[in-house]
Structure formats: structure tokens, C-alpha cells
T-cell receptor
């Protein structure tokens, strides 16, 4: 059981470039989440999904898109990266349960946008 | 008032000390409460849920005060391995996503 994995672990982008972060979970969880964590800001929810084929906006969705084509995968896309998107990105998953089930996090992706 | 507020610390304590963290939340409709732990440059992990009646897990005790809208975490007999950032987590109301506090940093020294 790998739990939640994220690809890549590190990335440096130039302003305006695009990229996709991949999150995969092998726990058959219904809910998946993308967060960003910045110094002094804590974890903030970008987008989330309550099941395959569904997505919803979180607290800070601007500049990001997501897709959940398969239950085990949740992709986060940056269409045109900006320096303000420099952050650590965490993916998480949980069983269905009104958002109150334990969230299991991936190891994070450290993204720098120059 | 911020949705979830924590004293950022750092709290520097010697091994064996007892330390307590508080967290306040702004929405009286909040239903679910948790403490997560995050080690330096690692992902957050659930430490414990917080129940209305209070709950204990070994050296860790969590309390909820709905009237005053705060949650506490007490760590007894601190270990070096307890050094981490402790995140207070609540939901705004039932059926909504969780809100993470910025965390309180604990450093336990020998």
C-alpha cells in the first residue's frame, strides 16, 4: 500500500509555463483534495473532488484547474504559472464521510515559479 | 476574527514537560474538530479527533469548549519526537471542507 503519492516531488517553472501535478491513491477513497501551503498561511484548499468525475472549488481556486477522470487519480493543472504560485502543494484523500474522515496526505510537491 | 487561530509559537520545552496549545474558531456552526501533526518538510498526519466530552490518547489530551469556541491539546511528558507543528482543524459546518489553522510549533529539547 503506497497510500497517497505525488508526482513530481520538485519542479521549477518559468512564468507563463504550464504543468500538471499528479496525485494517486490506492486506498479506494472517494474524496480527494489539493492544498497549497505557504509560510505563515497554513494549508489552503484549492480544489477538491467527492467522487470520480466530480470537482469543486475550494478557498483559492484561481489559476488552477483539476480533473478526476479515474477514482484513484486527481490532477492539478497550472495553465500559466505565476510567481505567486510558488508553494508546496499537498494532495490528500479520505473516504466518503461528510469531509470528516481522516485525510491522508501525499509527501508534497515543491514548486518554484521564476 | 480569523476562522481558525493558533498561537504560532514556537514553544520550547525540555523533555518531560507538559505543554498545552489552544486554538480558537470563529464559526459557532462548526461540527468537527481535529489536531493534525506536521513534521518539518513533511506532510500533515492526523494526531487525534476532538470530541465534545474530551478525549485522551496516551500522553495527548484534547478538549473542546463549544461555548468559548476553542480547542486545546495537552501533551504530557514531552518527548524529543514530539517536536513538530500542530495544526488545529475544523469545519465551518456539517458537510463542508475542513479549515486548517496555521499551526503551533513545538520544540522539545534534551
Amino acid at each position: 500500500n503506497a497510500g497517497v503519492t505525488q508526482t513530481p516531488k520538485f519542479r521549477v517553472l518559468k512564468t507563463g509555463q504550464s504543468m500538471t501535478l499528479l496525485c494517486a491513491q490506492d486506498m479506494n477513497h472517494e474524496y480527494m483534495y489539493w492544498y497549497r501551503q505557504d509560510p505563515g498561511m497554513g494549508l489552503r484548499l484549492i480544489h477538491y473532488s467527492v467522487g470520480e468525475g466530480t470537482t469543486a472549488k475550494g478557498e483559492v481556486p484561481d489559476g488552477y484547474n483539476v480533473s478526476r477522470l479515474k477514482k484513484q487519480n486527481f490532477l492539478l493543472g497550472l495553465e500559466s504559472a505565476a510567481p505567486s504560485q510558488t508553494s508546496v502543494y499537498f494532495c490528500a484523500s479520505s473516504r466518503a464521510g461528510d469531509f470528516t474522515d481522516t485525510q491522508y496526505f501525499g509527501p508534497g510537491t515543491r514548486l518554484t515559479v521564476l | 476574527r480569523k476562522e481558525v487561530e493558533q498561537d504560532p509559537g514556537p514553544f520550547n520545552v525540555p523533555e518531560g514537560a507538559t505543554v498545552a496549545f489552544n486554538c480558537t474558531y470563529s464559526n459557532s456552526a462548526s461540527q468537527s474538530f481535529f489536531w493534525y501533526r506536521q513534521d518539518c518538510r513533511k506532510e500533515p498526519k492526523l494526531l487525534m479527533s476532538v470530541y465534545s466530552s474530551g478525549n485522551e490518547d496516551g500522553r495527548f489530551t484534547a478538549q473542546l469548549n463549544r461555548a468559548s469556541q476553542y480547542i486545546s491539546l495537552l501533551i504530557r511528558d514531552s518527548k524529543l519526537s514530539d517536536s513538530a507543528t500542530y495544526l488545529c482543524v475544523v469545519n465551518r459546518q456539517a458537510g463542508t471542507a475542513l479549515i486548517f489553522g496555521k499551526g503551533t510549533t513545538l520544540s522539545v529539547s534534551s
